[in-house]
């Protein structure tokens, strides 16, 4: 046992103890969303409503009938809308972006989704409902565009994780909305059925508003102190040259900033005992010059790059099979003997299996440093069950359907790879458009396709075989984007036109 003296004289801090713990800062607990709450509950509203008007308007479709007839072309057209808007806004949104930057944009997009379904929920005609669903759709393509760059911009430390999370709610608006169609077209007409969903987009504009006048007064803010301007009051980072990866930059002193090893020396920079004299022009020149150098090549030409192409094989081959499923699944089991009502429940089901991989996905992949094997994983998903709906569509339906329904990991692992790809918020949007342009234009042609070559050859085996020949092109851009490297960093973008004007390039880039 100890004595009251010994104990007294343990529980006194020693002189070199006092030392250390004056001049070493206190522990401070770890928050990862510290300051970035708004944001993510901005971006989570978001996703919930991209999905939500496009899968609720089929289910009380015969019922608009008395007061909208619409016919099929008007309903293929509508069936349509959705890919082609995706499509349009691929390619239209880096360039409204690199002109309006980030937040603009994504505030135009959550008011076109709005007011274009709350417009189409009192349209008095076929045309005007088709018009105004177009404008809806726009506002979705633009923000299923922007998504990608928002999780870049506002949680580069946490991509695979708020990934996961906007993919899932991406599947759960496109599962339940059609289940809540018919519910509240009964409680209260079809026209609030369709119109109500407006609120889940008025919803998201709430913490984007916010969030937008936050980061002009912050902005404003680091141009008067000087100090490196970074979106969602992040630490600036730079390159650490012992092994190419950011480091903290500390506050900025008479000479440079000061790094978190240790205080200023004469020439300012941080580090044990300081820099050498007159190096503290030197080091501040380094920090505002080498970051635009590390992460800031994105060229306007995205095309040239094999990269992107890359990508825009896999958004083609996934959206294919994914639009392909939700157009025909029901069709060919009511072909093979199934009541319309439980070829219904089997698409409901067919679309629910894209919550798990949505939520798992993104996490394991971004631990992976090339995701090739888990991609070939789901195209095998894929395959299985299209061989087994295609040999034996009404017996084992329920697993093969479970297989083709696993297969949609590949969207969410498109939609991460995006970002896994690129170093900047510009390069994110830039690839992103690219991508999911090229994907959803080719997903417009895909269910055309999968139902002509049915009728031409009056079975399922031609169509399935289209199927087969997407998940190949899925394969072929796994490949090529799998190997770790950067949209940036590519050689074919070396000499081409910069986005170094750019407002969201701007962004990016530390001030001083």
């Known amino acids: 046992m100890t004595s009251p003296a010994q104990q007294t004289a343990d529980t006194r801090p020693r002189s070199e103890d006092r030392s250390r713990s004056s001049n070493s800062p206190a522990p401070r607990k770890s928050r990862p969303f510290a300051g970035r709450l708004t944001v993510l509950a901005g971006i989570l509203l978001l996703a919930l409503s991209l999905r939500l008007a496009v899968s609720g308007v089929s289910p009380v479709l015969a019922d608009m009938a008395a007061e909208l007839p619409f016919g099929t072309i008007s309903t293929g057209v509508l069936g349509m809308l959705p890919t082609a808007a995706f499509a349009a806004a691929g390619f239209a949104v880096p360039v409204l972006l690199r002109r309006f930057g980030l937040e603009l944009l994504l505030l135009v997009a959550i008011l076109l989704a709005a007011v274009g379904q709350l417009g189409r929920a009192l349209a008095p005609d076929v045309p005007t409902f088709l018009v105004l669903s177009g404008v809806t759709m726009a506002g979705y393509g633009m923000g299923n565009i922007l998504l990608p ?3 870049k911009r506002y949680f580069p430390d946490r991509i695979g994780l708020i990934t996961a999370l906007y993919v899932t709610l991406l599947a759960v608006s496109t599962a339940f909305s059609p289940l809540l169609a018919v519910p509240l077209e009964q409680a209260a007409g079809w026209r609030f059925s369709i119109g109500v969903w407006a609120a889940v987009s008025v919803a998201a504009l709430v913490p984007w508003l916010t969030t937008a006048w936050a980061e002009h007064s912050r902005r404003k803010i680091s141009r008067l102190v000087l100090q490196p301007y970074l979106p969602g009051g992040q630490e600036p980072v730079q390159p650490n040259p012992a092994n190419n990866t950011p480091s903290p930059i ?101 679309a629910i299996l894209a919550l798990p991989t949505s939520l798992l996905v993104p996490l394991v992949a971004a631990r992976l440093r090339n995701p090739l094997g888990l991609g070939l994983l789901f195209i ?74 049915h009728d031409v050859s009056g079975g399922w085996g031609a169509s399935f075989g289209l199927l087969g020949a997407a998940l190949l092109l899925l394969a072929v851009g796994l490949i090529i984007v799998g190997r770790p490297r950067y949209l940036e960093d ?23």
């Open 380 to 453: 095998g998903f894929y395959a299985a069950g299209y061989a087994g709906l295609l040999l034996s569509p009404s017996f084992g339906t329920w697993l093969w359907i479970t297989l083709a329904g696993l297969g949609q990991g590949t969207f969410a692992l498109a939609l991460l790879l995006v970002n896994l790809r690129t170093r900047t918020t510009a390069g994110a949007g830039a690839l992103s458009g690219f991508a999911q342009g090229i994907g959803y234009t080719v997903a417009c042609a895909g269910p055309l396709a999968f139902g002509l070559l």
């Open 250 to 350: 500390g506050p900025v002193g008479p000479g440079g900033p000061v790094s978190p090893a240790g205080p200023a020396g004469p020439g300012g920079s941080g580090g044990p005992g300081g820099s050498a004299p007159g190096a503290g022009a030197t080091a501040t020149a380094t920090v505002i010059t080498s970051t635009p150098t590390a992460t800031s090549t994105t060229a306007v030409p995205v095309w040239r790059s094999p990269l992107a192409w890359g990508l825009a094989l896999v958004f083609a081959g996934t959206s294919s099979n994914t639009f392909a499923m939700f157009t025909w699944l029901p069709p060919l089991l009511v072909d093979s003997g199934m009541l319309p009502p439980k070829a219904g429940t089997m698409l409901a089901y067919y």
């Open 149 to 151: 760059p928002l999780v």
């Open 490 to 512: 590519l050689p074919q973008l070396e000499n081409s036109p910069r986005l170094e004007d750019s407002p969201a390039y701007l962004e990016d880039l530390p001030r001083g």
